[in-house]
């Protein structure tokens, strides 16, 4: 066999992979939106969840759930991000020279893939017990902010280390400080790839259902009304449509719909990031 014929077999496979991408990302985006559209009006959205005959939530709408996991996405939002990309940089920038800052990177990367049910035992012990919140909203959403951390942070050095160190070098020549070098060239030639972290980080959280399951969120809640409230989540909402419902045909078609707006949310966060990380892209080029 020749390098060609090994070139168009590599290339082959390469594009079987791909098409098989591709394929299963067009049916599962198609089944959702072909069996979540007929679910969709105006009372969908703005009404909650009301319970029917057989005592399942099949009736009304989805606003509770919705509002709960927008305010779950803005704990999220607040914690994770200036934690994750503040300490990054601190690490990155002021103690990358220490021996023992690989030791410390090298459990980050491990926590990035530790289960969810993890952090969701870790939020009960820590939020929900330590600290007294009890199932509340702010134990879920520190409970997600600590599980998509690493998430942030792995992404968020990458980004900083593919910074050329050339540019930092030139900035200090000049007599800039190195507040000063970070501010004003580090941080925002490494944006574009942080902003990739935070999209990643914020995909995750707003699927996830696990950690909630344990810190906070319940099936009849109303919307909260502070943190310390309990509340409903649309991937919680779906759960226990598809598993805990008798009237299985309704179920499965609100399911379906709570799916296409949870997807829809997912969607929208991610534009308002990439338009953002766009506008970087164009302005800081290296």
């Keep these: 066999m020749n390098r060609n014929d090994k070139q168009t077999i590599i290339f082959g496979l390469l594009g079987a992979c791909m098409v098989i991408v591709v394929l299963t990302l067009i049916i599962i985006l198609g089944s959702i939106i072909v069996n979540g559209i007929p679910m969709l009006s105006w009372d969908f959205l703005t009404r909650s969840p009301e319970i029917d005959d057989t005592g399942a939530q099949t009736e009304g709408g989805i606003w509770g759930p919705?509002?709960?996991?927008?305010?779950?996405?803005?704990?999220?939002?607040?914690?994770?991000?200036?934690?994750?990309?503040?300490?990054?940089?601190?690490?990155?920038?002021?103690?990358?020279?220490?021996?023992?800052?690989r030791i410390l990177?090298?459990?980050?990367?491990?926590?990035?893939?530790?289960?969810?049910?993890?952090?969701?035992?870790?939020?009960?012990?820590?939020?929900?017990?330590?600290?007294?919140?009890?199932?509340?909203?702010?134990?879920?959403?520190?409970?997600?902010?600590?599980?998509?951390?690493?998430?942030?942070?792995?992404?968020?050095?990458?980004?900083?280390?593919?910074?050329?160190?050339?540019?930092?070098?030139?900035?200090?020549?000049?007599?800039?400080?190195?507040?000063?070098?970070?501010?004003?060239?580090?941080?925002?030639?490494?944006?574009?790839?942080?902003?990739?972290?935070?999209?990643?980080?914020?995909?995750?959280?707003?699927?996830?259902?696990?950690?909630?399951?344990?810190?906070?969120?319940?099936?009849?809640?109303?919307?909260?009304?502070?943190?310390?409230?309990?509340?409903?989540?649309m991937p919680y909402y779906i759960y226990i449509l598809v598993t805990q419902t008798a009237n299985v045909d309704r179920a499965y078609a609100v399911a379906w719909g709570a799916a296409l707006v949870l997807v829809g949310l997912v969607v929208g966060m991610n534009l308002v990031a990439i338009v953002i990380r766009k506008r970087y892209r164009k302005k800081y080029k290296w």
Excluded: C
Excluded at 68 to 93: H, R, S
Excluded at 181 to 201: E, K
Excluded at 212 to 233: E, K
């Design 66 to 101: 919705l509002v709960g996991t927008f305010y779950l996405m803005m704990l999220v939002l607040g914690f994770a991000i200036p934690v994750g990309v503040l300490g990054t940089i601190f690490l990155v920038e002021y103690l990358g020279k220490y021996s023992w800052n």
């Design 105 to 233: 990177w090298i459990v980050i990367n491990n926590l990035a893939g530790v289960p969810s049910i993890v952090y969701g035992l870790l939020g009960v012990a820590l939020f929900v017990g330590y600290l007294e919140f009890g199932l509340s909203l702010i134990a879920a959403g520190l409970t997600l902010g600590l599980m998509v951390l690493p998430v942030t942070m792995v992404a968020t050095r990458e980004a900083l280390e593919a910074v050329p160190q050339s540019l930092r070098d030139a900035s200090i020549a000049l007599g800039a400080t190195r507040w000063q070098t970070m501010r004003h060239h580090t941080i925002p030639y490494s944006m574009s790839g942080v902003l990739t972290g935070i999209i990643l980080s914020m995909s995750r959280a707003a699927g996830e259902t696990a950690p909630i399951l344990v810190t906070g969120v319940v099936a009849s809640a109303a919307i909260p009304n502070s943190l310390t409230d309990s509340f409903q989540a």
